[in-house]
C-alpha cells in the first residue's frame, strides 16, 4: 500500500538552530515528491517538487533532498517566521496524491 | 485575490442545514479537488474533477455532493452533517498533464467547517 510518513510529528527549535524534517515514502514507481508549508488557518503553500533521487532544491533557509526511500527538509539558521507545518506528499494511482500528516515546527527568538 | 479562492472562509451549521462551499481557480488549471483536512491527520482527498468530469471519489458519504460547472469552479453541497464532519475543507487545482498526479496542486485559503 502507498504510503507517506513524516518525522517528527512536531519539532522545537531556537532561532538559528538548524535541523531537518524527515518524509519517508513506500510508493511504487515514484512520480514526484512535493514539499509545501501550512500556517495555521491558511491552505497548503507549494514549496518544491523533487522528481529523481540525488535532486536538491532550495529556496532561502529552506533545502529539500530526495533518496530512493525518503525525503529531508533541511532549515538551515531557521527563523521565527519559519514555524508552520510542513507537509510531504507523493502521486498515488490515478488522480491522488498520497500526504503525510506533516511536522510542526515551532522556532523560538 | 489570485490564485485559489475559497467562499466562506468560516461557516458554523447546524446538522439539519443545507450550505455550499465555493471555490474558484484564477489559474487557467482544469483540475479541481476537494480535501477534507482534520487535526494531525494527513490530507484526505474527498472529490476530483478533471476537465469538469469527476475522476475520483473517495468512498464520502453522500452528505457531501460536489459541483463542477466549469473549470474555474468548484462546489461542495452539505446537507444533513454529522458533528465528525467538522474540518477545514480545502480546495485546490492543477494543471492537467499527460500523467495523472504529477501536478503540482495550489491549494485555496480553506473553509474551516463547525457543525453543530
Known amino acids: 500500500e502507498d504510503q507517506v510518513t513524516q518525522s517528527p510529528e512536531a519539532l522545537r527549535l531556537q532561532e538559528g538552530e538548524s535541523s531537518s524534517l524527515n518524509c519517508s515514502y513506500t510508493v511504487s514507481g515514484l512520480r514526484g515528491l512535493f514539499w509545501y508549508r501550512q500556517d495555521p488557518g491558511k491552505g497548503p503553500e507549494f514549496l518544491f517538487t523533487?522528481?529523481?533521487a540525488g535532486e536538491e532544491k532550495e529556496k532561502e533557509r529552506l533545502k529539500a533532498t530526495l533518496t530512493k526511500k525518503e525525503s529531508f527538509l533541511h532549515i538551515t539558521a531557521p527563523k521565527p517566521e519559519d514555524s508552520a507545518t510542513y507537509l510531504c506528499g507523493t502521486p498515488g494511482g490515478g488522480f491522488k496524491t498520497i500526504f503525510g500528516a506533516g511536522t510542526r515546527l515551532f522556532v523560538k527568538a | 485575490e489570485t490564485g485559489v479562492t475559497q467562499t466562506p472562509r468560516h461557516l458554523v451549521m447546524g446538522m439539519t442545514n443545507k450550505k455550499s462551499l465555493k471555490c474558484e481557480q484564477h489559474?487557467?488549471?482544469?483540475?479541481m479537488y476537494w480535501y477534507k483536512q482534520s487535526a494531525k491527520k494527513p490530507l484526505e482527498l474527498m472529490f476530483v474533477?478533471?476537465?469538469?468530469?469527476?475522476?475520483e471519489n473517495n468512498s464520502v458519504p453522500s452528505r457531501f455532493s460536489p459541483e463542477c460547472p466549469n473549470s474555474s469552479h468548484l462546489f461542495l453541497h452539505l446537507h444533513t452533517l454529522q458533528p465528525e464532519d467538522s474540518a477545514l475543507y480545502l480546495c485546490?487545482?492543477?494543471?492537467?498533464?499527460?500523467?495523472?498526479?504529477?501536478?503540482?496542486?495550489?491549494f485555496g485559503p480553506g473553509t474551516r467547517l463547525t457543525v453543530l
Open positions: 523533487l522528481y529523481s
Open positions: 474533477y478533471s476537465l469538469e468530469e469527476r475522476v
Open positions: 485546490a487545482s492543477s494543471r492537467q498533464s499527460g500523467i495523472r498526479g504529477t501536478d503540482t496542486q495550489y
Open positions: 489559474l487557467g488549471h482544469n483540475a
